[in-house]
């Protein structure tokens, strides 16, 4: 057994698989927030577990203490995620490389030279995240809504070694750091308390375009070029003037919806950028 200890995980790496079966039952059986892959298990942090996490990292120090015959200490413990990891003897790692941009509140992978089996690894690391996968380019956009979601990144980031990869994730940190602080902002008392007391004298601009309040701006205008290219006045000629007439009027107050939401959407990444 391994430990090491950085200031944001705990990662634990054996090659006895029945050591790591048996770590793996008690995790599923004592916390809630963890994901689990074939070889590996990320716990986590969650406030409302805090003893479990006491006595789970006491049983670790327990058994590694007697294989190795030494003690460890466990610093600072409470907010750190921690991987159990097991790592098969001379097990050789494929090698690979994922790009990441962030664009708003969207974190975007170039998944091109990963394969199947990591692309699915990584999708049920994001499965309680809007996600959606393009697969001609294989790009996975993540949208984060939440700010406790972003110890997953933290996590997943943290880490090189995931199931058999060895994987380099590659991305601007500085653009990371300002993509974090954009989640923690929107998720603060003033942004939230300021814009749903907005959102609610928008409401009716929202239900014009199928939307609600929570949607960002990229699902608005989605909906809004999609709605505008159904009910475009050239595309009914050849109906009668009355209908012609209800899918103008739908038109226009389509347009005057999205215009009036835009400033809705600008006052936000102002209120984010100050």
């Keep these: 057994m391994n430990i090491t200890q950085t200031l944001e995980s705990i990662t634990i ?22 994901i689990k892959s074939r070889d590996k298990v990320i716990l986590f942090y969650n406030e409302n577990e805090l003893v479990q ?39 050789v790692q ?47 956009s993540v949208s984060v809504d939440k700010a406790e979601k972003l110890d997953i990144f933290d996590s997943l980031f943290s880490f090189k070694e995931h199931i058999k990869y060895a994987v380099n994730f590659n991305f601007n940190e500085s653009e990371y750091e300002s993509f974090k602080k954009r989640i923690r902002i929107q998720n603060s008392k003033n942004y939230v308390r300021r814009f749903s007391m907005l959102a609610s004298l928008l409401e009716e601009h929202f239900e014009t375009l199928g939307c609600n309040a929570n949607d960002d701006f990229e699902t608005v205008r989605a909906k809004y070029l999609n709605l505008t290219k159904m009910y475009h006045p050239d595309r009914h000629l050849q109906k009668t003037i009355e209908i012609q007439k209800s899918y103008t009027d739908k038109f226009q107050k389509i347009g005057l919806a999205y215009e009036a939401l835009k400033p809705y959407f600008r006052e936000q990444d102002s209120f984010i950028s100050a």
């Design 13 to 34: 790496t054996t090659d006895d698989d029945s050591l790591f079966l048996n770590l793996a039952d008690k995790i599923k059986e004592n916390f809630t927030n963890s």
């Design 53 to 91: 996490r006491k006595y789970f990292l006491k049983l670790i120090g327990k058994i590694y203490e007697k294989i190795s015959n030494d003690k460890i200490d466990f610093l600072f413990t409470h907010h750190k995620n921690i991987k159990l990891v097991y790592k098969k003897a001379n097990s």
């Design 94 to 140: 494929i090698l690979i490389n994922i790009n990441i941009k962030f664009d708003k509140n969207h974190i975007i992978f170039d998944l091109s030279k990963s394969d199947d089996i990591f692309n699915k690894y990584l999708i049920k690391c994001v499965e309680t995240m809007k996600y959606e996968f393009f697969k001609n380019e294989n790009l996975l």
